[in-house]
């Protein structure tokens, strides 16, 4: 796992909060799109760490290379550590997305509901892209964690990885 520096699993906590008051309803929070929200996040600090010219780019282009790979596997290894140290078990390698459990928003919309107050976190925490993309991935693990009771563990960790995989290699909106 690639949390080095405290101020990460801080961050980690504000990110949690942060999506859960930003997305709660009268209903509740939607665990798929609390899930897929922080693996966007940590894809999208992902991306940016690798040290690309984003601004050459138009937001929502594909982006592909080796180093955004590299760093998106690191990224969904801390969600992987994180599960392990929480005693969430997976035990599926399907990795189909059932049509039910698509979160509620776009990956453009979570971008722009959360890419200013994460900034703002990262920020007071004085971390780097890099490790915010690594408390990201933390409040990943620790939704899909908390939201065990209502959703499967194995489709909430199906969802982070396609959320994430889709952020890194989407060029963010800003």
């Given at each position: 796992m690639?949390?080095d ?5 801080k961050a980690?906590a504000e ?10 309803t009268?209903r509740?929070?939607h665990?798929?799109?609390?899930i897929?929200a922080a693996s966007?996040?940590?894809g ?6 690798c040290?690309?010219p ?8 594909p982006?592909?290379?080796?180093v955004i ?14 599960l ?8 599926s390698s399907n990795?189909?997305l059932p049509e ?9 919309e979570?971008?722009?509901?959360l890419?200013?107050p994460f900034?703002a976190?990262i920020?007071k925490?004085?971390?780097s892209?890099?490790?915010?993309a690594?408390?990201?991935a ?9 939201a ?6 194995n489709?909430g ?5 396609y959320g994430m995989?889709?952020a890194?290699k989407?060029v963010?909106i800003?």
């Amino acid at each position: 796992m690639m949390i080095d520096n405290p101020n990460q699993l801080k961050a980690s906590a504000e990110f949690t909060q942060t999506i859960i008051s930003l997305l709660s309803t009268g209903r509740g929070v939607h665990a798929e799109t609390a899930i897929s929200a922080a693996s966007r996040i940590a894809g999208t600090f992902a991306l940016r760490s690798c040290g690309l010219p984003m601004s050459q780019f138009t937001p929502g282009t594909p982006i592909l290379g080796d180093v955004i790979d590299e760093q998106g596997n690191k990224v969904l290894a801390t969600v992987n550590d994180t599960l392990a140290g929480l005693n969430v078990e997976l035990n599926s390698s399907n990795y189909e997305l059932p049509e039910d459990n698509t979160p509620h928003m776009q990956l453009a919309e979570v971008q722009s509901m959360l890419d200013a107050p994460f900034r703002a976190i990262i920020d007071k925490y004085h971390l780097s892209e890099e490790e915010g993309a690594h408390a990201a991935a933390v409040s990943t693990a620790v939704l899909i964690e908390k939201a065990a009771s209502c959703l499967d563990p194995n489709i909430g960790y199906t969802v982070a990885v396609y959320g994430m995989v889709e952020a890194c290699k989407t060029v963010p909106i800003a």
